[in-house]
C-alpha cells in the first residue's frame, strides 16, 4: 500500500468547471504538498502546507491532519490547468501519490 | 536564487549501453540532493539520496549507481541499461527547511 493515495487517477472537466482533486496519506507528516507536472515533465510546486488551507489564484489547498486527508480545488478551470497533479507529504523522506492527470477541455 | 540543471533533456539509448546523466545546483551550499524515476503511468520513485560529497543512500536495488563527486553535482549512472530503465529522470534538492523540495527539468531516457 502506498503511504499517499490520490483520487482520481484521471480527471476530465468542462472549461470553466471546478474541480477537486483528494490525496490522503497515513505517514505521520511535517507537510503536504501539491505539485504540478506539466506535459514536458517538468515540475512545480503549488503548495506546502501543513494546517488549514491556502489559495493561490485559482487554486485551493486543504488539510484535515486529523483525517490524513487533503484537497486540491481549482475554480473556474482553464485548459491550460491540464496537467498532473501530484500530492507529496514530508515524513522522513518525501513520498508521492502516484499523480492525477487532469485533462479541461474547451 | 537556487536553479538545478539537468543534462542531457532526452536521452534515447540501446539496451546494454552505458549511462551518465548529470545535474548541478547553483544558489545553495551542501544541498540533499536526490535522484527520481518515473515510469509511465507511475509515481515517483526515490532512487538515491546524498547528504553531501561521497555520500550516497540508495532506495532501491538495481543496476544504476549514483555519485557526488563535488558539492553540487549530483551524478546517475548505469554500466549496462535495461529496457526497464526507461522512464522520466529528475534531480530534486531539498531546501534549509526540510520541508521544501525543488525540482529540476527532468531527463527523459528511452531504451531500446
Known amino acids: 500500500k502506498n503511504e499517499v493515495e490520490q483520487s482520481p487517477q484521471n480527471l476530465t472537466a468542462q472549461e470553466g468547471e471546478f474541480i477537486t482533486i483528494n490525496c490522503s496519506y497515513s505517514?505521520?507528516?511535517?507537510?503536504l504538498h501539491w505539485l504540478q507536472q506539466h506535459p514536458g515533465g517538468g515540475i512545480v510546486s503549488l503548495f506546502m502546507?501543513?494546517?488549514g488551507k491556502k489559495k493561490h489564484g485559482r487554486l485551493i489547498a486543504t488539510i484535515n491532519i486529523q483525517e490524513k486527508h487533503s484537497s486540491l480545488h481549482i475554480t473556474a478551470s482553464h485548459p491550460r490547468d491540464s496537467a498532473v497533479y501530484i500530492c507529496?507529504?514530508?515524513?522522513?523522506?518525501?513520498?508521492f501519490g502516484t499523480g492525477t492527470s487532469l485533462t479541461v477541455i474547451p | 536564487s537556487q536553479t538545478i540543471h539537468q543534462w542531457p533533456a532526452t536521452l534515447v539509448q540501446p539496451v546494454g549501453s552505458p549511462l551518465s546523466l548529470e545535474c548541478t545546483v547553483e544558489g545553495t551550499s551542501n544541498p540533499n540532493l536526490y535522484w527520481y524515476r518515473q515510469a509511465a503511468g507511475r509515481g515517483l520513485q526515490l532512487l538515491f539520496y546524498s547528504v553531501g560529497i561521497g555520500q550516497i543512500s540508495s532506495e532501491v536495488p538495481q543496476n544504476l549507481s549514483a555519485s557526488r563527486p563535488q558539492d553540487r553535482q549530483f551524478i546517475l549512472s548505469s554500466k549496462k541499461l535495461l529496457l526497464s530503465d526507461s522512464g522520466f529522470y529528475l534531480c530534486?534538492?531539498?531546501?534549509?527547511?526540510?520541508?521544501?523540495?525543488?525540482f529540476g527539468p527532468g531527463t527523459r531516457l528511452t531504451v531500446l
Open positions: 507529496a507529504v514530508t515524513g522522513n523522506q518525501f513520498y
Open positions: 530534486a534538492w531539498r531546501g534549509v527547511s526540510l520541508d521544501t523540495q525543488y
Open positions: 502546507l501543513s494546517s
Open positions: 505517514v505521520g507528516i511535517s507537510a
